[in-house]
Structure formats: C-alpha cells, structure tokens
C-alpha cells in the first residue's frame, strides 16, 4: 500500500505543481513566459535608445571645436562619443557602431520619460530635450544642427 502512495505521488506532483505556474504574462515584459499560466503582477520591464548623428553635425562641431560629446539621461552619463565619428545611416539596436546605444531598466512600468542632453566634456551644454523610453522597444534619436 505504501509503495501505490509513494508511486501515486510521484506520478501526480508534477501534474498538479504545473497547473499552478504562474509569472508575467506580458509580452513586452522581459521576464515574460508563454507557459506561464497565471499572471503575478511582477513584470518588469526595459527599453533601449540609440543616439546618433550625421557628417554634417560632426563637421559642425570640429569645427566650433567640439572634439567629444557626452550622452545623458536624467544627468546620468550613458555614453560619450568622438565627433569625429558619425553614422551615413540611421542606427538600429543591433548596428549601433559610431552612435551610444543604453538600455534603461524601467521597473515595472511600460513608460518612462526621461531628460536627455549632450555636453562636452568641460560641461556645455549643447542639446536637451524629454524623451519617452518604451518597454520592449529601441527607439534612436538623431541630433541635429
């Protein structure tokens, strides 16, 4: 008898422990499981942006002597870029040579706006604007004259 109890058991336990998986069911969430059954509201998400800018701007600014720009988001650096690089085209998530590409860990929120800006490195600031971070997105952004 106690061998059927002990053979019952192993044989249902996984059955019913699958039944109960639960996790985010959010697709845009970067802990999302497709065989997740029930969601627990612990999603948590991230979204990427790559800035980027063209021969024009890099000649513009070697010239106003301007050798090396500083990315920042929230007053937070990201990235720092010669000026002496530039992009022909526009950058993606996965050809981000020549531009500063972050990802921003965004909690469990979908939507975040942030401040972004660009100094030289003695702290000029030469652009500043918000910009929204969408969750499970890559967004680029080019800086223009």
């Not at 039944?19 to 612990?42: L, P, W």
């Not at 990201?78 to 921003?104: I, M, Q, W």
């Not at 469990?108 to 660009?118: G, N, P």
Request: proline letters at 2%.
């Amino acid at each position: 008898m106690n061998k059927f109890i002990i053979l019952l058991s192993i044989v249902l336990i996984p059955f019913l422990t699958s039944c109960r998986k639960t996790g985010c069911t959010d697709e845009d969430s970067v802990h999302f499981k497709k065989d997740i059954k029930s969601d627990n509201s612990q999603c948590l998400y991230e979204g990427s942006l790559v800035f980027w800018y063209n021969k024009e701007v890099s000649d513009f600014l070697q010239v106003n002597d301007v050798y090396k720009l500083n990315f920042y988001l929230d007053n937070e650096i990201v990235g720092s870029l010669s000026t002496e690089h530039y992009r022909e085209t526009e950058p993606d998530c996965n050809d981000y040579y020549n531009a500063v590409k972050t990802t921003k860990k965004m909690g469990d929120l979908k939507t975040l706006d942030y401040q972004f800006s660009v100094k030289t490195p003695d702290s000029i600031e030469i652009w500043r604007t918000s910009i929204i971070v969408n969750a499970n997105t890559c967004s680029t952004l080019q800086l223009g004259l």
